[in-house]
């Protein structure tokens, strides 16, 4: 077959489909649905990509909520800026806010228990990236997302920013302790 | 790579050329979507449009208020 030459006028749909041409679609076809599916699967077995809620909120609002947390459930604070260490109870909603360049509380959950985590900026777009597992969610001001996390594994997790957010992005690091 | 273009190009049938005349009825529908060049523009800019723009605005809009 070459391409050299103005195709032959012909009915093309009443040709025979050449053997080679039918077995290209038909295993390209098949990875197509492969690749499909794998998203609806990833979502629902993977744990990473997470669906969330979302509500619409002001930075105002939400750090009045954050705080509140805080004041109620702080157990300790860490390192020479005083973080605070916050212990929420089971089952409860958990509040952690990005800000230029910070993610805080730094948060204290129990293993197997369930809690919503609510995510929002306080000024910028930041990118909530819990590691190892590699959990993402992006979050902006104005917008509440809530995640339903039930921690599997306890140790400690880090938090990082992974939407470059100005100068000091790369020292947005934040820490979830799961205890036993 | 030299192919004998005789025997690779005229698998057609004698006559089997362009559909006979009159006869709107043997031009599959799909094919006759894909004729008409207006139509393909219109389907281009519109299905994008509805599905992401006009989609994803609605959803933007109709987010609950937090409590």
């Known amino acids: 077959m070459t391409t050299l030459s103005p195709p032959a006028e012909r009915i093309w749909w009443k040709q025979p489909l050449d053997r080679l041409e039918g077995t290209w679609i038909a295993i390209a076809l098949v990875w197509s649905l492969i690749m499909f599916f794998m998203m609806p699967i990833w979502h629902v077995y993977g744990k990473q990509n997470l669906s969330n809620e979302a509500y619409k909120t002001t930075p105002e609002a939400y750090m009045a909520k954050v705080q509140a947390m805080v004041d109620q459930h702080t157990?300790?604070?860490?390192?020479?800026?005083?973080?605070?260490?916050?212990?929420?109870?089971?089952?409860?909603d958990v509040y952690m806010l990005g800000r230029l360049w910070q993610w805080w509380p730094l948060l204290e959950l129990q293993k197997g228990k369930t809690y919503r985590l609510h995510l929002s900026s306080m000024d910028w777009q930041h990118g909530f990236s819990l590691q190892p597992l590699?959990?993402?969610?992006?979050?902006?001001?104005?917008?509440?997302?809530?995640?339903?996390?039930?921690?599997d594994t306890s140790?400690?997790?880090?938090?990082?920013?992974?939407?470059?957010?100005?100068?000091?992005?790369?020292?947005?690091?934040?820490?979830?302790?799961?205890?036993p | 790579?030299?192919?004998?273009?005789e025997?690779?190009?005229?698998?057609?049938?004698?006559?089997?050329?362009?559909?006979?005349?009159?006869?709107?009825?043997?031009?599959?529908?799909?094919?006759?979507i894909l004729d008409n060049p207006f139509l393909l523009l219109f389907?281009?800019?519109?299905?994008?449009?509805?599905?992401?723009?006009?989609?994803?605005?609605?959803?933007?809009?109709?987010?609950?208020?937090?409590?």
């Open chain 2, 7 to 32: 025997a690779t190009m005229t698998d057609s049938t004698p006559g089997d050329t362009a559909p006979p005349q009159g006869s709107d009825a043997d031009i599959p529908a799909m094919q006759k």
């Open chain 1, 75 to 92: 157990v300790r604070k860490e390192t020479d800026l005083q973080l605070p260490v916050v212990k929420p109870p089971p089952g409860s």
């Open chain 2, 43 to 67: 389907l281009g800019i519109m299905f994008p449009t509805v599905l992401y723009i006009v989609w994803g605005v609605m959803e933007i809009v109709t987010i609950p208020l937090s409590h």
């Open chain 1, 134 to 151: 590699n959990v993402n969610m992006q979050v902006v001001p104005g917008y509440e997302m809530v995640l339903t996390i039930t921690p």
């Open chain 2, 1 to 5: 790579m030299f192919v004998h273009l």
């Open chain 1, 155 to 179: 140790g400690e997790f880090t938090v990082i920013c992974n939407e470059f957010c100005g100068i000091g992005h790369h020292t947005m690091v934040g820490k979830i302790y799961v205890t």
